[in-house]
């Protein structure tokens, strides 16, 4: 089994920093692309963050020059450093990892997410 557990969020006032983690442990062989997704009331799912093993990273334009996703592959960890908050960047936040597990099945394994409310 894999598992997926994010961690970081809070309550945050408009312009300030959140670090998000997640950790990604078991049954694994190769962890590929990790990425951060978040999702608000009532909006789809959107793409917050991605980055390869290799440390190539792709942003969302809205998230760009104000998040920074970094990766310890040592710790198969992945990180969401978020400054500039703003009222609209309240979701839940939520990692995904795509796994290649030591019975070499691959798979997009999801976290639960961690909430990230931006308020004054």
């Known amino acids: 089994q894999v598992q997926v557990v994010e961690s970081g969020g809070g309550l945050v006032q408009p312009g300030g920093s959140l670090r998000l983690s997640c950790v990604v442990s078991?049954?694994?062989?190769?962890?590929?692309?990790m990425g951060w997704f978040r999702q608000a009331p009532g909006k789809e799912r959107e793409l917050v963050a991605r980055?390869?093993?290799?440390?190539?990273?792709v942003y969302a334009s809205s998230m760009k020059g104000r998040f920074t996703i970094s990766r310890d592959n040592a710790k198969n960890m992945v990180y969401l450093q978020m400054d500039s908050l703003e009222f609209e960047d309240t979701a839940l936040y939520y990692c995904?990892?795509?796994?290649?597990?030591?019975?070499?099945?691959?798979?997009?394994?999801w976290g639960q997410g961690t909430q990230v409310t931006v308020s004054s």
């Open positions: 995904n990892a795509d796994i290649i597990k030591k019975d070499w099945r691959r798979n997009v394994h």
């Open positions: 078991g049954s694994i062989f190769v962890v590929n692309d």
């Open positions: 980055i390869s093993k290799e440390g190539s990273t």
